[in-house]
């Protein structure tokens, strides 16, 4: 069964530092990983998909790069912007790769 | 907007009444996903429609859920007898693709609070 977990929890940094999210995940046959935003109360935003034939995907100040023999995946985010501040969340495919399993998410607070 | 939409927004209930929730994915999108999402913790799988034929059902889904999906296009969510432990964010996402190789998209999702 697909388990993943993120590091850390929760995170609270000044505006324009630049930030590491880490994703782990038990079931390294995957063929992608997406990264989704949620802002309080409302619906995921969808950020990156990374294929498994790619090692990073970027868009914008963000990267995310994926190594499924190590089962983890990080987002970067470049000098980080109060409007950043949400809950970041990692999906790999479940160990049938029908259907996604999340992370519990990593909570950024960017202050001003 | 050609987005994933779900109505209603908000539903407050009564316990053992029952509710119906309805996605609209986007349009060109064979599959369509419903989700459960507490407070703190990141969405769980429900179940899922490959157009009209749901083809997987998570142990949460108990035989108070119905989810059905009538000619692969809007799909409804149906919570019967509803518990207080029902309170949650359900949400629905679609993708195009076989299996989770496509991008997944969200709709806003409906908060329900059963009293």
């Known amino acids: 069964k697909q388990e993943v977990t993120q590091i850390p929890a929760a995170l609270s940094v000044p505006e324009g530092e630049n930030l590491v999210l880490n994703c782990s995940f038990t079931?390294?046959?995957?063929?992608?990983l997406q990264w989704f935003r949620q802002d309080p109360g409302k619906g995921l935003t969808s950020l990156l998909l990374i294929q498994s034939s790619q090692r990073e995907q970027t868009s914008g100040r963000l990267n995310a790069s994926l190594d499924k023999s190590s089962g983890r995946s990080t987002l970067y985010i470049a000098a980080s912007q109060p409007g950043d501040s949400a809950t970041y969340l990692c999906a790999p495919p479940d160990n049938y790769g029908q259907n996604f399993v999340f992370g519990p998410g990593t909570r950024l607070s960017v202050l001003p | 907007d050609t987005g994933v939409s779900q109505d209603p927004r908000h539903k407050i209930t009564k316990r053992g009444q029952n509710v119906t929730f309805r996605c609209d994915p986007i349009?060109?999108?064979?599959?369509l996903y419903w989700y459960r999402q507490t407070l703190g913790q990141g969405p769980e799988f429900l179940t899922y429609f490959q157009n009209e034929a749901q083809l997987e059902k998570s142990r949460l889904l108990s035989d108070r859920f119905s989810a059905e999906r009538p000619k692969g296009s809007f799909s409804t969510l149906e919570i019967q007898r509803t518990e207080q432990g029902d309170s949650a964010m359900y949400l629905c996402a679609s993708s195009l693709g076989a299996g989770a190789s496509g991008e997944q998209f969200f709709g806003p999702g409906t908060r329900l609070t059963v009293l």
């Open positions: 079931d390294s046959a995957i063929y992608n």
């Open positions: 349009s060109e999108h064979n599959r």
